[in-house]
T-cell receptor, first 114, second 113 residues
Framework: DSGVTQTPKHLITATGQRVTLRCSPR?????VYWYQQSLDQGLQFLIQ???????AKGNILERFSAQQFPDLHSELNLSSLELGDSALYFC?????????????FGPGTRLTVL | QKEVEQDPGPLSVPEGAIVSLNCTYS??????FMWYRQYSRKGPELLMY????GNKEDGRFTAQVDKSSKYISLFIRDSQPSDSATYLC?????????????FGQGTILTVHP
C-alpha cells in the first residue's frame, strides 16, 4: 500500500457526462500528479500540483481540469466525456516538487465511458 | 514517433533466468531515468532511479544508462515468479519539467516456475 488513496475505484458513465476523480496524497506529501493509462497510449502524464499551485502540465485535454485543495487532496474533473476517455487514471504524490522526489502511485480509478 | 520506445513483449522466461528490458529515447533533454514495476490491477512502484550514464545495482536489479546512445536497460538476475509484472521505463528532463515523467509503453514479463 503506497499510502495514496483514490476514489472511486470504478466509474461507469455515458458519453457527454462529467465525472470527478478524487485523490488523497500520502501524509506529508505536497505534490500531486495525475496520469492516464490506456492500452493504446500507455501511461501519460497529465498534470502536477505542488502545494495548491499548478507546476507542470502534459497533454491534458481542455475538457479535463484539476485542482489541489488547501488540505492537499486533489480532484480531476473530466467533462463532455468521450468513448476514448475510458482508461485507468492514476494519482501519485511526492514530498517535494523536483524530479528526484519519488512518486508514489495510488491504486487508480478505472473509468468506463459507454 | 514516440519520445520513448519500449518493446511491449510479452516476455516469458523460466525461473532463474537473466532478464533484459530496454528503452530507447529520442530527446536528449532527458537527464533522469527510472524503472517502475506495475503488478496487475495496481499502480506503478519505483524500482530504480539513475541520473548518469553507467550502471547502478540494487540487489538482483541493475539499471544501465547510455546517454550517448539514448539507451537504457534494466537487468534482473535470478528472476523469480514474483517478478512477473509490467516494467515501465520513465524519463524526466529536469529543470522546469519538475516531476513530469514520460513513460515507455511497458514490457509485460512472465517468469514461470
Amino acid at each position: 500500500d503506497s499510502g495514496v488513496t483514490q476514489t472511486p475505484k470504478h466509474l461507469i458513465t455515458a458519453t457527454g457526462q462529467r465525472v470527478t476523480l478524487r485523490c488523497s496524497p500520502r501524509s506529508g506529501d505536497l505534490s500531486v500528479y495525475w496520469y492516464q493509462q490506456s492500452l493504446d497510449q500507455g501511461l501519460q502524464f497529465l498534470i502536477q500540483y505542488y502545494n495548491g499551485e499548478e507546476r507542470a502540465k502534459g497533454n491534458i485535454l481542455e475538457r479535463f481540469s484539476a485542482q489541489q485543495f488547501p488540505d492537499l487532496h486533489s480532484e480531476l474533473n473530466l467533462s463532455s466525456l468521450e468513448l476514448g476517455d475510458s482508461a485507468l487514471y492514476f494519482c501519485a504524490s511526492s514530498v517535494g516538487i523536483t524530479n528526484t522526489d519519488t512518486q508514489y502511485f495510488g491504486p487508480g480509478t478505472r473509468l468506463t465511458v459507454l | 514517433q514516440k519520445e520513448v520506445e519500449q518493446d511491449p513483449g510479452p516476455l516469458s522466461v523460466p525461473e532463474g533466468a537473466i532478464v533484459s528490458l530496454n528503452c530507447t529515447y529520442s530527446n536528449s533533454a532527458f537527464q533522469y531515468f527510472m524503472w517502475y514495476r506495475q503488478y496487475s490491477r495496481k499502480g506503478p512502484e519505483l524500482l530504480m532511479y539513475t541520473y548518469s550514464s553507467g550502471n547502478k545495482e540494487d540487489g538482483r536489479f541493475t539499471a544501465q544508462v547510455d546517454k550517448s546512445s539514448k539507451y537504457i536497460s534494466l537487468f534482473i538476475r535470478d528472476s523469480q515468479p514474483s517478478d512477473s509484472a509490467t516494467y515501465l521505463c520513465a524519463l524526466n528532463a529536469g529543470g522546469t519539467s519538475y516531476g513530469k515523467l514520460t513513460f515507455g509503453q511497458g514490457t509485460i514479463l512472465t517468469v514461470h516456475p
